[in-house]
């Protein structure tokens, strides 16, 4: 959603691009470019759906752009991926002049309150990057913190093992309770609810009286499902248990 909201404010035209099974379609992406084109956006893992686009289909996407139009490929849950033909797009950045992956410190690091993350990009778009950005856009503080936490590489093997544990072991529950779970590469899951939008609704104010907090679609065009994190063994299992409450 964010980024319409920043192509509207620095005065672009936002255009929207259909997916295809809640996956990004690359044919869909290039039928849609024209001279006025100036960047692609791509979340690669996606959010809220937790899809991707392979390592073959990123490359495909890139092929087709002119080489004016900027390829931006948001890997913030890249971490999270365990997908073997996935691809956070560093190497198209390091092969080409017209890529830039951004990144963040707000997901597996933990560090979100600090607003602190990094782009891999050319120097061109570098350059530009420093001219308009504001002049103390990063504090001292998040600056400790993001250095801190790239050293500690122990900590992001332990979140993306449990995670990866944890997000399968809470899809099989969900599975068994008749909802269906989307296969996902970041640190939730989408929850597509059969019943529709007002089950989906009425599951989502249940949960909330039981002190689980979990977020609405439709803003994203998916009335019928919530987008679930996943958290700590005993926090799913609550949320699990809590689920089958509600159904019941």
Request: net charge neutral.
């Amino acid at each position: 959603l964010v980024y319409a909201i920043a192509s509207r404010a620095a005065g672009a035209t936002p255009i929207s691009v259909p997916e295809a099974n809640l996956t990004a379609d690359v044919d869909a992406f290039l039928v849609r470019v024209t001279p006025r084109t100036r960047i692609v956006f791509l979340a690669n893992p996606n959010n809220p759906t937790g899809s991707y686009l392979t390592r073959k289909e990123l490359e495909r996407l890139h092929s087709g752009l002119p080489p004016e139009v900027l390829l931006v490929i948001d890997a913030a849950y890249a971490e999270y991926a365990d997908a073997a033909d996935y691809c956070d797009g560093a190497a198209l950045v390091a092969a080409h002049d017209n890529v830039v992956m951004t990144r963040t410190f707000s997901k597996i690091h933990g560090l979100a309150a600090l607003r602190l993350g990094w782009a891999y990009c050319p120097p061109g778009v570098a350059d530009v990057f420093h001219r308009i950005r504001g002049p103390f856009n990063v504090n001292l503080p998040a600056q400790a913190a993001g250095v801190a936490a790239v050293n500690d590489r122990d900590h992001v093997a332990r979140s993306r093992e449990h995670n990866i544990k944890v997000r399968q072991r809470f899809a099989e529950q969900v599975a068994a309770l008749g909802l269906t779970p989307v296969p996902s590469q970041g640190n939730f899951i989408l929850v597509r609810v059969p019943a529709g939008p007002e089950a989906a609704s009425n599951i989502l104010g249940k949960l909330k009286q039981r002190g689980v907090l979990v977020r609405a679609m439709g803003g994203y065009g998916l009335p019928d499902s919530l987008r679930i994190s996943i958290g700590t063994e005993e926090e799913m299992q609550i949320t699990a248990e809590a689920l089958a409450e509600v159904l019941a």
